[in-house]
């Protein structure tokens, strides 16, 4: 069993199982994110294409050691989901077209269990830091963060002065990493 | 004069992008200059990726794996060092179509990472950039109409890329500092040249009246200068600018900026207000 970083390596080198590999570790995270940001199955689909595209083209760039490969893809994922909802949110009618289906089909492989349980197991514990914070700061940490709202936007949505929730956003955020910097492998 | 702690208190939410544009214009052009700043953005990634790692993951339906895998592989994969052909602008066409990265984007990503990442971090960003272009140009063309959306998603992207940057050796990088001369005399600029591009930022040119702008020059070694775009200063008198260069040049012996007609001219028109070599 490979880990993440030699799956990108080998994706680096050109390798369509490796992607492959990838996908069956990781496409569900992505697919979960970028539902809950976007609120749209065939935007979540759309994003999820996105996010392994990037990962083909520009793995040779990943740096083991710098982010670990699933902070990689998390991240790639909830960049591509904001800019899905923003455009959605700009243009309605916008319908993103199906991608063509030209490849001959991968043979399906099961999850390696250990790696999807090492995601799993980070995920409940960021749920934890995530409840032990005061609501009022949690609240606006999901505005922020999974709802790609700005400072002014989530003032205008909440009704709380934009100086508060400056600073009630700061103090969670700081408080989150606190929490999360003993939790989670750090990202230098 | 703005304190610091103005900026310590905006890093959280600008690693979040929940910063409003004029606030995130404002910490942007402040980060150019403030490597306190730069270094206590890469203490977020974790927190932004701890975030997404939050969310229950949900399976897919079993005939995306198929179709992402064959979208993806057919893209062409960035290489670092890869050599690339001079750049030339995707044509943008508005329409419906999905939002793609567009042209304009590789250079706000450009000058994003820069203002982050610092001179090492340059060397390795251009190459990469170079690469990415060859990649750009394979693209289905920009969406216009998204293109605020495009340039809020470069700069995220650029947060992301500095943390997957290695630092490496900048040597064929050289570094111009520039002065300021007659109605540019209080200010002060500097510009990172390489076979491959220029970045430059500056402080403390004048605002210029309507229909005019700035330019920037570089001047190869026995040859006539070449433009590197035009650009103008914030309300604070800064300005940073990000381009590539045409390949092929000579070494590049001095860096200028003028004042020019707005949309810019093929040469320069007026004495440089700024220079250095």
């Not at chain 2, 690469?131 to 109409?145: C, P, R, S």
């Not at chain 2, 001369?181 to 210029?208: I, N, Q, Y």
């Not at chain 2, 190869?220 to 200068?225: I, K, L, V």
Request: proline letters at 7%; hydrophobic letters at 45%.
């Amino acid at each position: 069993m490979q880990d993440d970083a030699a799956l990108v390596r080998a994706i680096a080198s050109g390798s369509s199982d490796a992607l492959g590999a990838l996908y069956d570790r990781h496409a569900a995270l992505v697919f979960g994110l970028a539902r809950r940001i976007t609120g749209r199955q065939e935007d979540a689909e759309e994003v999820v294409q996105d996010v392994f595209a990037q990962v083909w083209r520009q793995a040779a760039r990943y740096q083991d050691g710098r982010a670990t490969v699933a902070g990689w893809v998390v991240m790639l994922a909830r960049t591509r989901a904001i800019d899905r909802l923003r455009a959605r949110m700009a243009r309605p009618d916008l319908a993103a077209p199906v991608a063509p289906d030209d490849a001959p089909a991968l043979v399906a492989r099961e999850p390696d269990p250990e790696v999807v349980t090492m995601s799993a197991q980070d995920g409940h514990r960021v749920r934890r830091v995530l409840a032990a914070l005061p609501d009022a700061q949690r609240s606006l940490v999901e505005l922020a963060y999974y709802g790609g709202l700005t400072h002014t936007e989530i003032a205008g949505q909440t009704g709380i002065p934009l100086g508060t929730v400056k600073t009630r956003l700061r103090t969670a955020l700081i408080a989150l990493r606190e929490a999360l910097g003993q939790t989670l492998e750090a990202v230098p | 004069m703005t304190t610091h702690q103005a900026f310590d208190d905006v890093v959280p939410a600008y690693a979040l992008d929940a910063l409003d544009r004029d606030e995130r214009q404002a910490f942007e052009e402040h980060l150019v200059i403030c490597e306190r700043c730069q270094a206590a953005l890469r203490q977020w990634p974790g927190v932004s990726s701890g975030l997404g790692l939050a969310a229950e993951p949900a399976e897919p339906p079993p005939d995306l794996r198929s179709r992402t895998l064959a979208r993806a592989v057919a893209q062409p994969q960035a290489h670092l060092g890869r050599p690339v052909t001079p750049f030339r602008p995707a044509v943008a066409v508005p329409g419906p179509s999905r939002p793609r990265s567009s042209a304009l984007q590789r250079w706000a990503l450009a000058a994003s990472v820069v203002l982050m990442a610092g001179l090492a971090a340059y060397a390795a960003l251009l190459r990469i950039q170079l690469a990415e272009t060859a990649d750009a140009l394979g693209e289905a063309a920009a969406y216009v109409a998204q293109l605020s959306a495009e340039l809020e998603t470069s700069r995220r992207d650029a947060a992301m890329l500095v943390d997957t940057l290695q630092v490496v050796n900048a040597g064929d990088v050289i570094r111009v500092d520039l002065r300021g001369a007659g109605p540019g005399a209080g200010a002060t600029g500097r510009a990172f040249v390489s076979e491959r591009g220029v970045v430059f930022h500056s402080e403390g040119l004048p605002a210029l009246a309507g229909g005019r702008t700035y330019q920037l020059w570089v001047i190869p070694q026995g040859a006539a200068p070449v433009s590197a775009g035009t650009f103008a200063v914030n309300a604070f008198g800064g300005s940073s600018l990000a381009r590539m260069l045409p390949a092929g040049l000579a070494t590049v012996a001095a860096v200028a900026v003028t004042e020019e007609p707005d949309g810019g001219s093929p040469g320069p028109t007026t004495t440089p207000l700024l220079a250095g070599s």
